[in-house]
């Protein structure tokens, strides 16, 4: 479980070394393979994830890429999210109440009728 969480860190720490010289500021596989972790949650919408289990650990990167950098990151963000959301349209829900169980804020809710042009 440390193990798992010191990769997520480091993978946040990476991309947000990274992201100053990206164009296209975030791509939505790096978004994904960080949302992978709440892959039961969203699939089956429980058990419900803590902070400080891998889902948790997975939303708080999310939570810094999303605050690094500029409002790009967030929108990005935000874009890959509202994909999965469409994916996964019958547990939308599940996927928008990922923040709030985990503590974080992504500064945008997560619905399928979020605009991420803001």
């Known amino acids: ?29 790096i978004v994904n393979q960080l949302f992978s972790a709440c892959s039961i949650f969203i699939t089956y919408g429980s058990p419900d994830p803590m902070p ?3 889902c948790c650990d997975a939303m708080s990167g999310l939570n810094i890429i ?6 790009d990151n967030r929108q990005s963000v935000c874009r890959c999210l509202m994909g999965l959301v469409e994916t ?25 009728n979020t605009n991420c042009g803001f």
């Open 1 to 29: 479980m440390e193990s798992y969480k010191a990769m997520i860190i480091l993978l946040a720490v990476m991309l947000m070394s990274y992201v100053p010289f990206a164009p296209a500021v975030i791509d939505c596989p």
């Open 52 to 54: 400080g289990t891998p």
């Open 88 to 112: 996964y349209n019958p547990n939308a829900t599940a996927i928008g109440t990922l923040p709030g169980l985990c503590g974080v804020s992504l500064g945008f809710t997560i619905d399928p």
């Open 66 to 71: 999303a605050n690094a950098n500029s409002g």
